[in-house]
Every structure is written in structure tokens, then in C-alpha cells.
């Protein structure tokens, strides 16, 4: 089975700071692993995944994620934090053995973004 | 831009209730997926459809839940007898192939009373 942990529930940050949200996972085999953003009222959008190959991966919006398998860590950053980054940030993993690309997700961050 | 499309936004419904959650997934995509969220707890993986059926399922989708792909566009998910605890946010999401991204719906909010 496979298990994802995010540290914090809520960060907070002012702009123009550094934003780092943390996650941890358990897997049995190497697992892809990806960050969503929820907006107020939106859906789940990908914001990263990584899956083979180089282990930082960059995304959208200025976000990149590194995967370090030592750790068994996937942890999000962004150099500086913008007011438009306070929204819910979800990290997941997927089985590629599986046959039903299903995501297992973590608890959220929600990320405030203070002027 | 395509997008998952789910309606309801908000469905309230009676204890005991057969409930329908519709989807419309992005057109030329082959694998569809329903998750839900109660309020406070994660999001949680509960089927994924490929080919007009089920290619896995999460212990919460007992009998009483089903999907169906009626009509080549929507995408649905029945709950037979609704409970208390089935108070949640479902997501609908579809994706092109097994391992692309996952595309999310807004989600359709549930509230058993």
C-alpha cells in the first residue's frame, strides 16, 4: 500500500519569500509522484509529477519539486512566493505496476500569502 | 481549454436516497476516475473506468456505489441508498492514457441530511 505525508497543514509566507511544502511518501516500488493546486471553488490542477529521469522536475507557475529516493521525499519550492500561490497544494503517488492510475494523496497545505 | 464539467455543484439529498453525480469528461479521453474529499480528511481514490469497465476500485466503493458511461459523453456515479457519511466532495477526473495527467472537475458537493 502506498501513503503520502505532508508536513503542515497550513504555511504561511509573505511575498516575494521562499515557498517550500514538504512530502513524504511510502511505497513499495518506485512510485510516480506529482503536486496539485486547488484554487478557491476549482478543481485539482497538476501543477508537477514526476515519473523517470531527472529527479528535479519543474512546472507550472514557477514551482519545481525534487525527487530524492534516500528520503523518500518529494518536496515542492518556489524561489518567491507571489499572491496568487495562496491556494490548497496536494502531493500524490500512483503505482505505475497498477492498472488504474490510481492517485493515493496527502492531507493538503493550504498556503497563505501575506503582502 | 478542455475541462471536466460535473454537475450538480451542490447536491442535497435525503438519507436513504439514490443520488446520480454527473460528469462530462474531456472528449477524446479513455480513462475516467471518481474521488471524493469529506470535509477535513483526504482525497481519497474511490474507482478508475477504462474500455466500459472498472479497472479498480478502493474498499470504500461497496455495492452500493456504481459508475456508468451511458451515452459516449457523461460520466456518472450512483450512490444506491445514501448514508450520513457519504457527505463529501466528489471529484470526477479523466485522463488521455493509463499514466498522463489527470484532469479534475470542479467537484460536485454532497450533503446527505
Known amino acids: 500500500a502506498q501513503s503520502v505525508t505532508q508536513l503542515g497543514s497550513h504555511v504561511s509566507v509573505s511575498e516575494g519569500a521562499l515557498v517550500l511544502l514538504r512530502c513524504n511518501y511510502s511505497s513499495s516500488v518506485p512510485p510516480y509522484l506529482f503536486w496539485y493546486v486547488q484554487y478557491p471553488n476549482q478543481g485539482l490542477q497538476l501543477l508537477l509529477k514526476?515519473?523517470?529521469?531527472?529527479?528535479l522536475v519543474k512546472g507550472i507557475n514557477g514551482f519545481e519539486a525534487e525527487f530524492k529516493k534516500s528520503e523518500t521525499s518529494f518536496h515542492l519550492t518556489k524561489p518567491s512566493a507571489h499572491m496568487s500561490d495562496a491556494a490548497e497544494y496536494f502531493c500524490?503517488?500512483?503505482?505505475?505496476?497498477?492498472?488504474?492510475?490510481?492517485?493515493?494523496f496527502g492531507g493538503g497545505t493550504r498556503v497563505l500569502v501575506k503582502p | 481549454e478542455p475541462e471536466v464539467t460535473q454537475t450538480p455543484s451542490h447536491q442535497v439529498t435525503q438519507m436513504g436516497q439514490e443520488v446520480i453525480l454527473r460528469c462530462v469528461p474531456i472528449s477524446n479521453h479513455l480513462y475516467f476516475y471518481w474521488y471524493r474529499q469529506i470535509l477535513g480528511q483526504k482525497v481519497e481514490f474511490l474507482v478508475s473506468f477504462y474500455n466500459n469497465e472498472i479497472s479498480e476500485k478502493s474498499e470504500i466503493f461497496d455495492d452500493q456505489f456504481s459508475v456508468e458511461r451511458p451515452d459516449g459523453s457523461n460520466f456518472t456515479l450512483k450512490i444506491r441508498s445514501t448514508k450520513l457519511e457519504d457527505s463529501a466532495m466528489y471529484f470526477c477526473?479523466?485522463?488521455?492514457?493509463?499514466?498522463?495527467?489527470?484532469?479534475f472537475g470542479q467537484g460536485t458537493r454532497l450533503t446527505v441530511v
Open positions: 514526476y515519473t523517470t529521469g531527472a529527479t
Open positions: 500524490a503517488v500512483s503505482d505505475p505496476r497498477a492498472a488504474g492510475n490510481k492517485l493515493t
Open positions: 477526473a479523466s485522463s488521455v492514457g493509463l499514466y498522463t495527467e489527470a484532469f
